[in-house]
Structures are given as C-alpha cells and as structure tokens.
C-alpha cells in the first residue's frame, strides 16, 4: 500500500522541472496524477511518461491558471475524469527578471499574476471540494528568493507573497479537514535555471558549480529533493503540520 493509494493529485505547471518531479514522486507512491500546464500537449505528453502504481491513472490538462473559469474548469475535469481530487500542488511559475529601473509593468503584473492569482483560482476551485469531504492537501511552491533577490523585485514580493497565501489557508481551511503549507525551493536544476544562466551568459554547468560553492551542503537541488518534501507535506502524516512554508535549500537560507 502506498501513502497516495486511491488519491487524486493535482500539480499546476508539472510537464517538466519541479512540477514533473512532484507529480513522478507522488505517482510512484500510488495517487492517480493529473498534470496542468499551458501547454495542453505538453501536459498530456508528460502524462504519459508518469510511471503509475496499479490501478492509477494520468491525464494532462491545458490550463491558463491565470484565468478564473478556466481553473475551475481544469478542477471540475480532473474530478470527472480521475474520479476526485485530494492534494492541489500550486506549481506553476515563471520570472521575468529585471533590475527594478529596467522592469515593465508588464513584467511586473505578469510575474503577481501567474503566482499569486493562478494560486488563489485553483485553491478556490479547489477548497469547495475539498470542504465538502472535509479533506484535502494544498501545497504552494515558494522560494528561497522571496527573502530578497537582486534583479527579482517582482518574483521576490510574489513568492513572499505565497508564504503569507498559505498561512491564511491553514487559519481558514484547517477546521474543514484541510491542510495549507508551502515548499520554498533554492537553486534547482531544471530548464528555468539553465535558461537564467544562458541570460547571464554563462553555461548551465557553470551557474550550478558557483551555487553549489555557496551552499552549505555543497550540492545544487534536483527535484527529486523538492518532491521527497512535497511527498510528506501531502500526506496524512504530515496531518498537524499546516500554514508552514519549508526551506528546502541546501542550508542557503541558514547564510
């Protein structure tokens, strides 16, 4: 039996990186996964690479989380097809980083938006389900750069901006059975990262040798370690643990 058996995941921004990572984890220990992303083919393509337990299933869903009706509509499919949901992962992200002279206001309401309202509309599509069978787990990915990050004024206040997100849904959500917290990564292999480097022109490698060097671990994150994090926050082991956010960051925070 595994700690996800009859359990429906869903994971927003999950076709590659973190998103990916947390969606394989959770299916290997039994939930049935649904995989949201922008890109409908994407989702659908990585759907299919999830190695599943018996019994469960996959399906890949475009969706605009930035948009209110279709977040409840991705919700609504995920429980006609996969029968439920249980756990909500609030991945999806992107950066659009700048020096605070040089940033849009484009730049700036993209980076609130995608983080914060595509978090509030699939939590809210979410939370009714969840309320009426007094159970559910929602996990938000933070970051490390919420605590300040040269050139990530808007990445920075929208990340920090999740953390106090999510100790409002354990305040609000916690006496219908529903646990809120959140994951703050630090430096993480994965496409975004490699293409930070490329727009510092440097090469991938390079970006990860100088953040192992300034982590105390001495190591860069794959998201296998965000997973394993996300893997017990979302179970029912981590039952009394809710409005919390985890650095899961090689110690970087610690500097």
Same mark, same amino acid.
């Given at each position: 039996? *595994?700690?996800? @058996?009859?359990?429906?995941? %869903?994971?927003? !921004?999950?076709?590659? =990186?973190?998103?990916? *990572?947390?969606?394989?984890?959770?299916?290997?220990?039994?939930? $049935?996964?649904?995989?949201?992303?922008? @890109?409908? &083919? &994407?989702?659908?393509?990585?759907? !299919?690479?999830?190695?599943? /337990? @018996?019994?469960?299933?996959?399906?890949?869903? *475009?969706?605009? +989380? +930035?948009?209110?009706?279709?977040?409840?509509?991705?919700?609504?499919?995920?429980?006609?097809?996969?029968?439920?949901?249980? %756990?909500?992962?609030?991945?999806?992200?992107?950066?659009?980083?700048?020096?605070?002279?040089?940033?849009?206001?484009?730049?700036?309401?993209?980076?609130?938006? +995608?983080?914060?309202? !595509?978090?509030?509309?699939?939590?809210?599509? /979410?939370?009714?389900?969840? %309320? #009426?069978?007094?159970? =559910?787990?929602?996990?938000?990915?933070?970051?490390? $750069?919420?605590?300040?990050?040269? !050139?990530? /004024?808007?990445?920075?206040?929208?990340?920090?901006?999740?953390?106090?997100?999510?100790?409002?849904?354990?305040?609000?959500?916690?006496?219908?059975?529903?646990?809120?917290?959140?994951?703050?990564? *630090?430096?993480?292999?994965? #496409?975004?990262?490699?293409?930070?480097?490329?727009?510092?022109?440097?090469?991938?490698?390079?970006?990860?040798?100088?953040?192992? #060097?300034?982590?105390? %671990?001495?190591? +860069?994150?794959?998201?296998?370690?965000?997973?394993?994090?996300?893997?017990?926050?979302?179970?029912?082991?981590? $039952?009394?643990?809710?409005?919390?956010?985890?650095?899961? @960051?090689?110690?970087?925070?610690?500097?």
């Amino acid at each position: 039996m *595994g700690r996800y @058996d009859r359990r429906v995941a %869903v994971i927003t !921004g999950a076709a590659r =990186g973190i998103g990916f *990572g947390i969606a394989q984890r959770l299916a290997s220990e039994g939930a $049935s996964i649904a995989i949201l992303d922008l @890109d409908e &083919a &994407a989702a659908q393509e990585a759907a !299919g690479r999830l190695e599943l /337990a @018996d019994g469960a299933r996959a399906v890949g869903i *475009g969706c605009d +989380v +930035v948009d209110t009706a279709a977040a409840e509509a991705a919700v609504q499919r995920v429980v006609d097809e996969l029968g439920g949901i249980h %756990v909500l992962v609030n991945n999806a992200g992107i950066t659009r980083d700048n020096l605070l002279f040089k940033m849009t206001e484009e730049d700036w309401d993209l980076v609130m938006n +995608v983080h914060l309202k !595509g978090v509030f509309n699939m939590t809210k599509a /979410a939370q009714s389900r969840f %309320v #009426e069978q007094k159970y =559910g787990k929602i996990l938000n990915l933070s970051s490390v $750069s919420a605590l300040g990050n040269r !050139g990530q /004024a808007n990445y920075s206040a929208a990340k920090m901006g999740i953390q106090g997100l999510t100790r409002t849904l354990g305040i609000e959500l916690g006496p219908f059975g529903i646990t809120a917290n959140a994951i703050a990564p *630090g430096f993480i292999v994965t #496409e975004m990262t490699d293409a930070t480097a490329r727009r510092l022109k440097m090469e991938p490698e390079e970006l990860q040798r100088l953040n192992a #060097e300034a982590t105390p %671990v001495r190591r +860069v994150g794959q998201p296998e370690d965000i997973a394993a994090a996300a893997a017990f926050l979302c179970s029912d082991e981590a $039952s009394f643990i809710t409005g919390q956010t985890l650095y899961v @960051d090689g110690g970087r925070k610690l500097g």
